[in-house]
């Protein structure tokens, strides 16, 4: 079976700390995996993928196919990173698996 | 501007009336899909097409259809809503295959539907 989770429905941290989005999924065989975000009143936009190995707006996620994780990664979280987090995958037809997000909430 | 739109943005209605929520794309994408959003749930695809005349179920298909007559168009049916259906719903589309590079979706701003 194809899903994404993530354990954390909300996650409050600091200006200036670390932060560490969680994403676990169940996929046979090498998965495509993306970070989607929404900021409020903005529209669901991706985040990154893993396939580019980017960093996005100083976000970072590595896929460990052994703990099968994609965990969403920044140093020094800002206030403008508080938004809705989504982990998604493609299943064996095409079709998108998103995790149920992760709220993240930067405070001052 | 590259984008694509829902309408209506809202929209309260009964049970049992035949309702249609219009999604529409200028990027010239062949992938399309639907979502509903609900707290607790995250996102869950409802139907996707990849191309004229084809579609598929995603997770949560049921009292639901779709069709895809045009590329640019996905419209979202509902035959006889019930309250269950009470939903943000999310059109995307995006290009597609290749090596996931194109797979990025593009959202609609979402509508958000009441069934009273």
Redesign the interface.
């Known amino acids: 079976a194809q899903r994404v989770t993530q354990p954390e429905k909300l996650l409050s941290v600091f200006k200036g700390a670390p932060v560490e989005l969680k994403c676990n999924y169940s996929y046979s065989g090498s998965p495509e995996l993306f970070w989607y975000v929404q900021y409020s009143r903005q529209r669901l936009q991706l985040l990154l993928r893993h396939i580019s190995r980017e960093s996005i707006k100083g976000f970072t996620a590595d896929l460990n196919k052994g703990e099968t994780s994609f965990h969403l990664k920044k140093p020094f979280a800002q206030e403008e990173d508080s938004a809705m987090y989504y982990c998604a995958l493609i299943g064996y037809g095409q079709n998108f698996v998103f995790g149920p997000g992760t709220r993240l909430s930067v405070l001052p | 501007e590259a984008q694509v739109t829902q309408n209506p943005r809202y929209l309260i209605t009964v049970t049992g009336k035949k309702l249609t929520v219009t999604c529409s794309q200028n990027m010239n994408h062949e992938?399309m899909?639907w979502?509903r959003q609900d707290p607790?749930?995250?996102?869950?695809?409802i139907y996707?097409s990849?191309n004229v005349e084809v579609t598929?179920k995603?997770?949560v298909p049921e009292g639901y259809k779709v069709s895809r007559k045009e590329k640019r168009n996905f419209p979202l049916i509902l035959e006889s809503p019930s309250p269950n259906q009470t939903s943000l719903y999310?059109c995307?589309s995006s290009l597609?295959g290749g090596?996931?590079?194109n797979?990025?979706?593009y959202?609609?701003?979402?509508t958000r539907l009441t069934v009273t």
């Open positions: 992938y899909s979502y607790g749930l995250g996102l869950r695809q996707y990849m598929d995603g997770d999310f995307a597609f090596t996931g590079l797979y990025e979706q959202f609609g701003p979402g």
